[in-house]
C-alpha cells in the first residue's frame, strides 16, 4: 500500500487489513515499511487481533532500523501436544540486499537448532511458528515442552528486525495473547 496523499503534522494514516480489500489482496499477510520524504519523525504502532475468531489483542512499537544485524528474541517457546505458550516469530529484512537469514535457537539446557532461511529480499519477511501441528512455517526441529531464546543473524550482513507473538494455546483468561519486538 502506498499513500500519496500528504499527511498533516499530529496526524494518523491508518492501514486495516481486515477491511481494505482495496490495496491489499486477499489473505495478505507480511511485512511493510513506513519512511517519510521529508524525514519528519514517524511513530509506527501496530495492533493485532483476531476477528471472528475470539478477542484476542495485542500491540507493539513499530520496528525500528537502527542498522543492527543481529536480533534477539529472549523467549521462544513450544507447547507440548496438549497445549501452552507458543511463540511465532517474524524477521524482516531491514536492508537493501537480499540476504540469507540464520535463526539459531538455545534450549534452557544448551541445546541448539538452527533454521536458514535463504533469499530474504529486501523489506520481506519471513515467519517461523513453535506452535504445534502448524502449517507452513513450523519449526519442527524444536521439540515438544522447548524453552530457550533465539538470535537471528544475516549473511551478507543487512540490517534485522522483527517481533515475537507469544500465545496461550489453552488458557482462556488473563494475558493470553502477547507481541514484542525484538531485541
Not at 537469514?101 to 519471513?126: E, F, M, Q, W
Not at 531464546?149 to 482462556?172: C, K, R
Request: one cysteine or more; a neutral charge; glycine letters at 8%.
Amino acid at each position: 500500500v502506498t499513500n500519496s496523499s500528504a499527511i498533516a503534522n499530529r496526524q494518523t494514516f491508518i492501514v486495516n487489513p481486515v477491511v481494505d480489500y482495496t490495496n491489499l489482496p486477499t489473505n495478505w499477510y507480511g511485512g511493510c515499511v513506513v519512511w517519510t520524504e521529508t524525514g519528519q519523525n514517524i511513530a509506527v504502532v501496530i495492533q493485532q487481533r483476531h476477528p471472528g475468531a475470539n478477542s484476542n489483542a495485542a500491540a507493539y512499537e513499530g520496528i525500528r532500523d537502527v542498522g543492527s544485524t543481529e536480533a534477539m528474541a529472549p523467549l521462544i517457546a513450544k507447547p507440548s501436544s496438549s497445549g501452552g505458550f507458543a511463540t511465532v516469530l517474524t524477521v524482516q529484512n531491514l536492508g537493501s540486499a537480499t540476504t540469507t537469514i540464520t535463526i539459531t535457537y538455545r534450549s534452557d539446557a544448551g541445546a541448539i537448532y538452527t533454521a536458514t532461511l535463504s533469499n530474504v529480499a529486501p523489506g520481506r519477511s519471513v515467519i517461523r511458528s513453535a506452535r504445534t501441528n502448524c502449517t507452513p512455517n513450523c519449526e519442527t526441529q524444536l521439540p515438544a515442552n522447548f524453552v530457550g531464546s533465539a538470535i537471528i543473524s544475516t549473511n551478507p550482513p543487512v540490517p534485522v528486525g522483527g517481533y515475537m507473538q507469544l500465545t496461550n494455546t489453552t488458557a482462556t483468561t488473563g494475558d493470553t495473547f502477547l507481541s514484542h519486538v525484538l531485541i
